[in-house]
């Protein structure tokens, strides 16, 4: 187990290197975004992940995958959905999924994604803000973006001051998270 969770470590980095490297700005989102936060506040808290999402602008995807390719990653497409392999012979669960910047994620999502522009530095990669994964996992909202959430509000990262500052349906679905600690 512990070598599996080293190797989705070891693809983070080397995808933010490639990335770096290159030139190109970017934000790592969802789960492992979730875990850098969440060990800021409580280490023991952190969940494991095993893919890596990614948040680009469109029209730095031609650079980021000549850098990712470069890397050793290899790019694929399934339906709208754009990510690399972790090399030829790599499933899906090991890749580095692409998140547009500025874009829904789905159609029906009510806000588009952050900006790249919206990131810090992590130890060893570009994470999206705080404010901004809050609101990308209240958008999302599925049950493990409830999770994360929660995981969160329980490292004392995000609690029910944040609702006054999200929009009007953001901030009813953060109070039922809020009111229900345990899911």
Excluded at 106 to 117: G, N, Q
Excluded at 160 to 182: D, N, V, Y
Aim: net charge positive; charged share 30%.
């Amino acid at each position: 187990m512990e070598r599996a969770v080293e190797k989705v470590r070891a693809r983070l980095v080397r995808a933010a290197k490639a990335l770096e490297g290159a030139g190109v700005p970017y934000a790592i989102v969802g789960g492992h975004a979730v875990a850098a936060w969440v060990a800021r506040g409580d280490a023991a808290a952190v969940r494991n992940t095993q893919d890596v999402d990614v948040l680009l602008r469109r029209g730095d995807l031609p650079a980021a995958a000549t850098a990712l390719e470069k890397a050793g990653f290899v790019r694929r497409r399934a339906g709208p959905l754009e990510f690399f392999l972790d090399g030829p012979a790599a499933s899906a669960r090991d890749a580095v999924h692409v998140v547009y910047a500025g874009e829904k994620v789905r159609p029906a999502d009510c806000c588009p994604a952050p900006a790249v522009s919206e990131t810090v530095r992590n130890q060893a990669f570009r994470v999206i803000t705080l404010g901004a994964l809050v609101r990308m996992k209240l958008v999302a909202f599925r049950d493990k973006d409830r999770v994360h959430l929660r995981d969160l509000a329980a490292a004392g990262l995000v609690d029910a001051r944040w609702c006054s500052r999200l929009p009007k349906e953001l901030a009813a679905r953060l109070r039922r998270i809020l009111a229900t600690p345990e899911g």
